[in-house]
């Protein structure tokens, strides 16, 4: 028998990881493969280098820990929208990419949505279907619309026209009433909606087929994913309301754990479904991206170390690499400011770290003013979160213990997902 392990798989924008862990969360295998090696370079089939992507990743993953697996769960990039033929389940046009956007559809759903709905941009699953819908002159009657992570978990337990409602929540899918709201039902386009799951649902067992020949148990069980962002926050398992997870790469992310939903469009700030909590984002354009225009990482590293991080820095920046803010102020004239320029490199450092860190402080008293349940923890990722006199200013702006998150990986994320799922089997 040997233990029980779990498979996540992160489907990432250029390429795909796996971790395998077991109960106790520890990884007992990963690997990481690039879409690009599976492209043709005449012909780039988006769609069949996420296929082999995902056989290659089951093939690398140990022979010998193969038939342990209990539960598989893959995510996605979100909004990553695919139009199926019913019946084959294979791709009946190009996907459309997490960042592909359909402004043609735009008036159309502006006009069926309710003013300011997360549907309402045109990067949207629901922008992306429309535009679909009112080209397409062909037959339409046996069409699904899947999310990438739907249609790879498809290719794993066989059932078409499933979703989670992570994935779901952008072409319109209400979470609070767990269903899609009646002004998306009454659409002629409704019928390609997919089911909706919450995420880390059982949803089959692994199909025949894919389970010889790659030598898994008969009891593994497909979960339904969710979105590579929100699989990275499960990753620091911030479970509690109040807990949060910053990342610090090019931008600056927050993410918080909350008892109450918040929306604000405004603010770009909107709330995903985990459960019975609610997952509040925002996103404010500071971040590395500007660090990395002034100094290398090799100097970042220097010159923290001779900051005084217990002492705070009386300059006061805002850095962004272009002109406008969404949050925590949403002012798309916002200037750049990082002036007046000490001489003091070391001085010039401490002052940005310092401005980022009190951005994210307002970004979290934003949250909390905007309802969510006040931050009582951070937990941190991202090429940010390596430094520790940062770690320590941020302490301080904020008044709250700062960690750096154990696992930061998505495919980490999906994996803690399959083991819920798997405790879910049979209830
Ligand atoms: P992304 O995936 O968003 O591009 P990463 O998570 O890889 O970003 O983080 C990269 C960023 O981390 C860069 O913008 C860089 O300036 C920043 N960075 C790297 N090392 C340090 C450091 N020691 N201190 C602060 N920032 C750092």
Redesign the pocket.
């Known amino acids: 028998a040997g233990k029980r392990l779990y498979l996540g798989m992160d489907f990432g924008t250029s390429g795909a990881r796996y971790a395998l862990i077991d109960e106790e969360g520890n990884i007992l295998a990963e690997g990481k493969r690039d879409y690009s090696s599976f492209m043709n370079k005449e012909k780039v089939d988006l769609v069949q280098s996420w296929k082999k992507t995902l056989f290659s990743l089951l093939e690398d993953v140990p022979v010998s820990l193969r038939s342990n697996i209990a539960s598989i769960s893959v995510d996605g990039t979100s909004a990553t929208t695919m139009i199926i033929d019913g019946k084959t389940g294979e791709s009946l046009s190009k996907p459309f990419l997490y960042n592909d956007s359909c402004p043609d559809a735009l008036p159309l759903v502006k006009s069926i949505a309710p003013e300011n709905h997360t549907v309402c941009i045109g990067s949207s699953t629901l922008c992306k279907l429309v535009s679909w819908w009112n080209s397409c002159g062909s037959n339409k009657d046996s069409v699904v619309l899947l999310h990438q992570a739907d249609w790879l978990s498809w290719l794993l337990h066989g059932k078409l026209g499933v979703s989670d409602y992570n994935n779901a929540l952008k072409v319109g899918y209400d979470p609070e009433i767990d269903s899609y709201p009646p002004w998306l039902l009454a659409q002629p386009y409704s019928f390609v909606l997919p089911s909706v799951q919450a995420p880390g649902t059982p949803i089959g067992y692994m199909k025949e087929d894919v389970r010889t020949n790659f030598g898994f148990s008969e009891n593994c069980v497909i979960c339904t994913g969710t979105t590579d962002s929100i699989a990275a926050f499960l990753a620091a398992r911030a479970t509690q309301p109040g807990k949060a997870v910053t ?5 600056l992310a927050i993410k918080l754990l909350s008892t109450r939903r918040i929306e604000d469009s405004r603010y770009g700030v909107y709330s995903h479904r985990l459960d019975d909590k609610w997952l509040v984002g925002g996103a404010s354009n500071t ?6 225009q002034m ?1 290398t ?1 090799d100097q ?2 220097k010159l ?1 170390e001779k900051i005084n991080s217990s002492e705070a820095s009386p300059l006061d920046y805002y850095p962004l690499l272009s002109v406008g803010e969404r949050f925590p102020v949403a002012d798309p004239d916002m200037q750049p400011r990082l002036h007046p320029r000490p001489e003091s490199d070391v001085e010039y450092l401490h002052g940005i ?1 310092e401005s980022i860190a009190r951005i994210e402080a307002k970004g979290y008293n934003l949250l909390k003013d905007l309802g969510a349940t006040p931050v009582e923890e951070v937990f941190t ?4 979160s ?2 520790d006199k ?1 770690i320590k200013i941020r302490e301080r702006v904020l008044g709250l213990p700062v960690h750096k998150a154990l696992q930061t990986e998505a495919c980490y994320g999906a994996a803690l997902l399959a083991m819920k799922g798997s405790s879910l089997k049979g209830r």
């Not at 990342?247 to 931008?251: A, E, P, V």
């Not at 971040?287 to 990395?292: E, I, N, Q, S």
Request: no cysteine; glycine share 24%.
């Open positions: 990342s610090l790469g090019s931008t971040g590395g991206a500007v660090l990395r100094f990482d970042l590293e923290s770290l990722a991202g090429g940010g390596k430094n940062w």
